[in-house]
């Protein structure tokens, strides 16, 4: 292979490496706004008396966690601050008092548990 080939083929894999991680980072965006505006839209029982509104993500992907963190920091639902739980596996004890759990594809095997 020349040296003109390889630089073609090194730009080549560049984007495709870069477009798989625009389109992950976009996916997870895509995620944590559909869960906001899920939980926005929604009139929860005795919402007028809750203190904070709580999520529970179940999941281990880095970008979904962070896309999380993010909007619960940064953003409110119907005026209550967001409190955001992040677990790997379904524990029972703490989906008690939960308004959303959200699990990734990869955790979805776990939806009996919930």
Not at 7 to 30: D, G, I, N, P, S
Not at 51 to 79: G, M, P
């Amino acid at each position: 292979m020349n040296t003109a080939n390889l630089k073609y083929l090194f730009l080549l894999c560049f984007v495709f490496c870069t477009l798989q991680l625009t389109a992950q980072v976009e996916r997870t965006k895509m995620i944590g706004a559909y869960v906001y505006n899920l939980s926005r839209y929604t009139e929860w029982p005795g919402e007028a008396k809750l203190d904070s509104f709580r999520i529970v993500l179940i999941s281990r992907n880095a970008e979904l966690i962070n896309e999380f963190k993010s909007f619960s920091k940064e953003l409110k639902i119907k005026n209550k601050p967001i409190s955001l739980s992040i677990q790997s596996s379904v524990s029972s004890d703490n989906l008690k008092s939960v308004h959303l759990v959200f699990l990734d594809q990869e955790r979805s095997a776990l939806l009996p548990d919930v």
